[in-house]
């Protein structure tokens, strides 16, 4: 409570002055006076303790001047004296002195916002790049559920919970456990009366982030400081406490250990100077113990090794928005737009979605579009690192003339009209040299159906999978088919050869893929008779050479070399 006593008399240093004022002109109303004086404290400690204003100038004014109009009203109003003129003019001085302080303030800060923008893009850790996304690997990089349909499963799963009338779900949140992507979600209790009667929240969920079949698990752990609690259990006032001089990115999101303990993470971040504007240099985190509501600040990269995410998703949202709009200033993104690019808002948290790369280090990711109406390509997609904050744009001539993530979720949409089911979750990834969306698939339920994989430059190459594992070799299939001539450097090719073991035909509408293993290799190669027409010949036993594009366990022929007829007119 030391910091909201603190607060409040930072919010009365107007009144004070004030006060001190009225007593110099009039001492003998220093009694009236000194009764307003504490009536107007009482309401600066009053407001801190619900809104806890940050301990800077520009967010210091408005309570300044609320305190300021309480002071003027009460002795305006209260003790003044039988002169009925000198009563409203000294209630209209303090409302009107107090209402001006705070629209004056607002204005210039407003003002100098506008005029930083372009500088307070420079404060974003950002590095801009021609090279390609990282090639999708099904082993390194797997696919996540979405979010939606985790909640779903959750939700019903409530059950489970002891006194499940008292409590809703919290915010989900993604973390890697133990090697893998998982889900994790508090409960919270739903109104104040609940938390009144309750004693602790019992626990929260874990559900895998990449198994669609995966069911959750309700994990009992007792916490006292969650989102959800009231008064001194809340744990956004026990970060305040600690912490009165930095503002809150997004809501506190809870993270688990490697011992099923719980803690909840928040971003700070200080403003630059006397503006609105994020300084996205300035960031710290606060980990809270929820038990004992215990508050450790760190820098953002120094935090506890098991937390995954010391950025919040709407951090890296803003950073997106400052990045992409405001490269030559905020008067360019009202007239002109040169440079301009508009981050999509089809994330699942905070218009970004949150991804792991073959490390388990999470990223947040968004694909970046023209800011003119109707237009659904995308110019490049950025990735930021949610412990550095580091962000980094791909700009590729790869992504040019692409589809954005709306028009690849419009491509599932349009499959499934009849079920309703609908497109979430899309994100880019390389695979056999292609950008690719990755789309998961819901039902009007939120539950999870299939994969979608989406060739992004073309909305007609598109391969689904109950697994994300089948989705991709019948993806891959599909590239094969299509007959497309994948763009794969030299040195990414693998040179092959061996004895054909088994052999298979796929037929399409279009053309037929020859699918083969050879002797003492597990892996399966695809090669369509559109690119290589005698390849429908094939059979167990030839001896052949080739170059292969090879993902996984799938490779994808680019070029025979050395195949049995070749071998033969060679002879010949």
Do not use: C
């Amino acid at each position: 409570m030391f910091t909201m006593f603190l607060t409040a008399l930072l919010s009365s240093v107007l009144v004070i002055g004030t006060f001190i004022i009225s007593v110099v002109t009039k001492p003998r109303a220093i009694g009236h006076h000194a009764i307003a004086l504490v009536i107007a404290v009482f309401s600066g400690l009053v407001y801190a303790y619900m809104y806890m204003p940050v301990w800077a100038f520009v967010p210091m004014m408005l309570p300044n001047a609320i305190t300021l109009i309480v002071y003027g009203i009460v002795v305006g109003t209260v003790f003044a004296t039988k002169d009925q003129e000198n009563k409203s003019f000294v209630s209209l001085g303090g409302v009107t002195v107090g209402l001006f302080i705070t629209i004056f303030v607002g204005l210039i800060a407003w003002v100098v916002s506008l005029n930083t923008y372009e500088s307070t893009r420079e404060t974003i850790n950002y590095e801009i790049t021609e090279e390609p996304l990282q090639a999708f690997s099904e082993e390194d990089t797997p696919v996540q559920v979405s979010p939606d349909s985790a909640r779903h499963l959750m939700e019903r799963s409530m059950s489970n919970v002891p006194n499940a009338q008292f409590y809703d779900l919290g915010v989900i949140q993604a973390q890697e456990i133990e090697g893998e992507p998982i889900y994790v979600s508090p409960i919270e209790y739903n109104n104040f009366w609940r938390w009144l009667r309750g004693t602790e929240i019992p626990g929260y969920f874990l559900l895998s982030a990449t198994n669609p079949s995966d069911q959750p698990e309700f994990v009992e752990h007792e916490m006292n400081y969650t989102r959800g609690s009231y008064m001194g259990d809340y744990v956004t006032r026990a970060i305040y406490e600690e912490s009165p001089n930095f503002f809150h990115h997004g809501n506190p999101t809870m993270e688990v250990d490697e011992d099923g303990k719980a803690w909840y993470v928040q971003t700070l971040y200080e403003r630059r100077g006397f503006s609105f504007q994020t300084d996205f240099d300035s960031l710290q985190v606060a980990v809270v113990d929820t038990e004992t509501g215990e508050v450790s600040l760190y820098e953002t990269d120094d935090a506890p090794d098991f937390i995954s995410g010391t950025i919040s998703p709407r951090f890296a949202s803003e950073a997106n928005n400052v990045f992409g709009q405001y490269v030559h200033g905020w008067l360019n993104t009202m007239f002109g737009q040169e440079d301009v690019r508009m981050p999509n808002d089809n994330g699942t948290e905070a218009e970004v979605t949150p991804i792991f790369d073959e490390d388990g280090n999470m990223f947040y990711f968004t694909d970046m579009t023209s800011p003119q109406e109707n237009i659904e390509s995308a110019l490049g997609v950025t990735l930021m690192n949610a412990r550095t904050g580091e962000l980094t744009y791909y700009d590729g001539s790869e992504y040019s003339g692409i589809m954005d993530s709306q028009a690849a979720s419009g491509v599932v949409n349009r499959t499934f009209p009849e079920r309703e089911w609908r497109g979430s979750m899309p994100v880019l990834y390389n695979i056999s040299g292609e950008p690719t969306w990755v789309v998961s698939v819901l039902d009007p339920a939120g539950l999870f159906r299939q994969y979608a994989y989406i060739k992004a430059d073309d909305p007609d190459t598109v391969a689904f999978g109950e697994t994300s594992q089948e989705a991709l070799d019948a993806y891959v299939t599909e590239l094969a088919t299509s007959g497309d001539e994948v763009e794969t450097s030299e040195s990414a090719l693998d040179e092959v050869s061996g004895t054909i073991d088994r052999v298979g035909t796929v037929i399409t509408d279009d053309s037929t893929v020859v699918q083969f293993r050879l002797e003492g290799d597990d892996t399966s190669y695809l090669v369509s008779t559109g690119t290589f027409r005698e390849a429908a010949l094939l059979e167990s036993g030839d001896e052949i050479e080739f170059l292969a594009s090879i993902d996984d366990a799938t490779g994808t022929v680019e070029e025979m070399q050395v195949y049995p007829w070749n071998e033969e007119n060679e002879e010949g």
